[in-house]
């Protein structure tokens, strides 16, 4: 074969392969942004968010498997890392949702992508930061929170006396360690620590998580077992919440029997979850 034919069929090769599924790091500041795109024309785009390990949890081989099934079922699918990844901030501190918010929209303006149809997908940390921007941004039209917090929480740091989010140069109120939780934390116990910070009713009220601004359906997982923090009660918090304010929209809060992580091992729910719910309307 000349060298002329082989260089044919490799960007015959090359096209063929991006037609079917292309990988696309974008320019977003702040966030690294990975969008992974299939062949269907108009993608509902779905993001993933992940928690306090940092780094850019969807990006990485582990999740493959998973994002695979996304692409095949047709939906676009954008890995966001936003502490602990390339150009990011190092700590899960003061971490905009405005700048996370503008990474998304800019992997809505590919051309493949439906930008009337986008999900947010996080676990732990990341389910606070998908509820937070469901709640700020309206095209957003769809949330999916894994071991989720009810409340905004302090930043990871040593202090522990800043939050961790901010919406427009502003900290989100956040529910402080109290004197109570100290103990809890010098030993190592997590969940006894959270336990005790929400304890503080007025420091709760003040930051809670505004659940019903959410702008299309939700789906709580939780975990039985969390050894983390308490999932499932502040999952039925949000989901009492709905009700007192009489939420328009689907949701759904599923308690899987385990630890923090259990509800991971079943994306099962997630998918079917969207296909009837969120691609469904």
Not at 5 to 21: G, N, P, Q, Y
Request: overall charge positive; proline content about 4%; hydrophobic content about 45%.
């Amino acid at each position: 074969m000349s060298n002329t034919c082989k260089c044919a069929t490799l960007v015959f090769i090359l096209l063929f392969s991006a037609e079917l599924a292309a990988q696309i790091r974008l320019a977003t500041p702040n966030v690294e942004s990975i969008l992974y795109v299939g062949k269907a024309k108009k993608q509902a785009l779905i993001v993933g968010l992940g928690g306090s390990e940092g780094g850019n949890a969807w990006a990485s081989s582990y999740w493959e498997k998973t994002r695979k099934q996304f692409i095949d079922q047709g939906y676009a699918f954008l890995a966001l890392g936003y502490f602990g990844a390339q150009g990011t901030p190092d700590t899960l501190n003061k971490i905009a949702i405005d700048d996370v918010y503008k990474a998304i929209k800019v992997a809505a303006k590919n051309k493949h992508i439906n930008k009337n149809k986008i999900a947010i997908i996080g676990g732990s940390r990341g389910a606070d930061l998908a509820l937070l921007l469901g709640i700020h941004y309206k095209d957003i039209k769809c949330v999916v929170g894994i071991v989720g917090s009810n409340a905004v929480f302090p930043g990871h740091t040593n202090h522990f006396t800043t939050s961790c989010w901010t919406f427009q140069n502003q900290e989100l109120p956040f529910v402080p360690v109290n004197e109570a939780a100290v103990p809890f934390l010098m030993k190592g116990d997590l969940k006894g620590t959270f336990e005790a910070m929400l304890k503080d009713s007025s420091a709760v009220n003040n930051a809670l998580i505004k659940v019903e601004k959410i702008n299309g359906p939700i789906l709580f997982l939780s975990a039985t077992e969390d050894e983390i923090c308490p999932s499932t009660p502040m999952a039925e918090k949000m989901v009492s919440r709905l009700v007192s304010k009489d939420f328009k929209h689907h949701f759904e809060h599923i308690p899987v029997e385990g630890g923090h992580s259990a509800p991971l091992k079943h994306f099962d729910l997630v998918l079917r979850f969207l296909g009837r719910h969120f691609m469904g309307n």
